[in-house]
């Protein structure tokens, strides 16, 4: 069993082969160092630690995550908080970041006698039609090589070769671009407020989530194509406190800009996530916007439908699970694709908005994109304003928030 990729996807699943018996090699591009350091989700999700803990891949989450359970959403007139643990199904998130939760997977993975080959970059996925697919690889001295198992995960990611190999016509893709960008950062600085923040502001979204004691989330919607490096700390932290309102509602801590990155909002989703013995999972097969914290969780529920699959094919010769596969873990992909596209609208100023336009007071004058601007604009605050007093609303979205 070959498994392509050691992020949250890959490395759940490894552990959960391994500990079942099957014999499974882990093939990841990047070294050990860059895996077990880069900085990407933080909120797993209530069902995603249950998944966690019933397999003992939690123990490190445990110890160091922290529970969380209110947001807190800020708009230049108001603030209102939301405390979800008490809302909905009354779940919450841990957060802990996801790079230390590839550390665990990785040490428990390795502990067990699992084998994983860094610097191994797969190229092309062959005869998954067939019964012993293979994946061609180039080794990290840049020689080419072949590895064979009797199933191939493709955990590799967006940009990996499990999606790249599926023959022309056999999955459906839908993609989407939001048309919305964010800059998102990490901070060298303790966190500011004991919730996550929503700053929904006329000059675009900005947003505040915790990951650890002393480093901090933050995101800027900014303009398509703007460069990471565009903004100097100072700029960041002064527009951070004009969207923020940190005038109004306490200061931000600030600190050193650690890592900054432009993130086009896109979700990418292929249907079937399976072709003959090459299975997908995770972001490979699913892409979704970071807009609601899902992708990590997503990976990892993905990771044990897959395992458990897995498992009963080959070790009790059925192959109903695998069958099933694809449409299980789709059906919580797209609930999970309408949160998102939800709260994308919620957050955000439209595409091409430029700060408030004017409009126009003659309802006679066609005022084009600027009234269209101005139209979306007044949905999204009005459906911030039923969320801030309406129970059913706010039963349902923590429901959305923290479930899968
Ligand atoms: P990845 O984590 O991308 O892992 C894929 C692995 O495959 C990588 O290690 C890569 O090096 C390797 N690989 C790639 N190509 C090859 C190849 N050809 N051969 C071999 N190996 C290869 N999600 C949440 O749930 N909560 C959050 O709070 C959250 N915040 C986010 C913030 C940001 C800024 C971003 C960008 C994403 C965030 N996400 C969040 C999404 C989440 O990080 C991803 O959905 C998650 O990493 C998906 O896991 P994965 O295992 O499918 O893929």
Not at 24 to 30: D, I, K, N, P
Not at 75 to 94: I, K, N, P
Not at 179 to 200: F, M
Not at 326 to 334: D, E, F, G, P, Q
Request: contains cysteine; neutral net charge.
């Amino acid at each position: 069993m070959i498994v392509l990729g050691a992020g949250p996807a890959g490395l759940v699943l490894a552990n959960l082969l391994l500990d079942q018996g099957i014999d499974c090699v882990v093939l990841e591009r990047a070294d050990r160092a860059h895996i077990e350091s880069r900085a990407r989700a933080g909120f797993l999700a209530a069902a995603t630690v249950r998944i966690l803990e019933r397999h003992g891949l939690a123990a490190g989450l445990r110890l160091r995550g922290k529970v969380h359970g209110t947001c807190e959403f800020r708009t230049e007139e108001a603030r209102f908080r939301l405390d979800y643990s008490t809302l909905g199904s009354g779940d919450t998130h841990v957060v802990y970041p996801q790079q230390e939760l590839v550390r665990d997977l990785l040490e428990r993975f390795l502990s067990a006698g699992g084998q994983i080959r860094f610097g191994v970059e797969a190229t092309e996925v062959r005869d998954a039609d067939g019964d012993r697919p293979a994946v061609h690889v180039r080794e990290p001295d840049g020689r080419t090589a072949r590895w064979q198992g009797r199933y191939v995960a493709g955990c590799d990611g967006r940009h990996g070769a499990a999606r790249r190999s599926l023959p022309s016509g056999s999955a459906v893709r839908r993609h989407i671009d939001h048309r919305v960008s964010w800059l998102g950062l990490l901070a060298e600085a303790p966190p500011s407020l004991d919730a996550v923040g929503y700053a929904v502001h006329g000059r675009g979204f900005a947003g505040h989530m915790a990951r650890t004691d002393t480093v901090t989330r933050y995101y800027l919607q900014v303009a398509r194509g703007t460069p990471a490096d565009s903004w100097s700390d100072e700029r960041i932290w002064d527009e951070l406190d004009l969207r923020m309102g940190a005038k109004e509602h306490g200061p931000l801590t600030r600190g050193r800009i650690v890592e900054r990155a432009v993130v086009d909002l896109e979700s990418d989703v292929l249907d079937p996530l399976r072709h003959g013995r090459l299975l997908l999972a995770g972001d490979a097969g699913a892409l979704i916007s970071p807009s609601a914290a899902k992708g990590a969780n997503l990976a990892v529920l993905e990771a044990e439908l897959l395992g458990r699959a897995l498992g009963d094919a080959l070790l009790r010769g059925t192959e109903e699970g695998l069958d099933a596969y694809s449409a299980r873990c789709l059906a919580h992909v797209w609930r999970a694709q309408e949160f998102s596209r939800w709260m994308i609208e919620l957050l955000h100023a439209p595409s091409d908005w430029h700060g408030l336009p004017v409009g126009t007071r003659d309802p006679d004058t066609p005022c084009g994109a600027a009234g269209e601007s101005l139209f979306l604009d007044a949905l999204r605050r009005s459906r911030l304003a039923s969320l801030a007093v309406s129970r059913r609303q706010q039963d349902w979205f923590a429901e959305r928030y923290v479930g899968l």
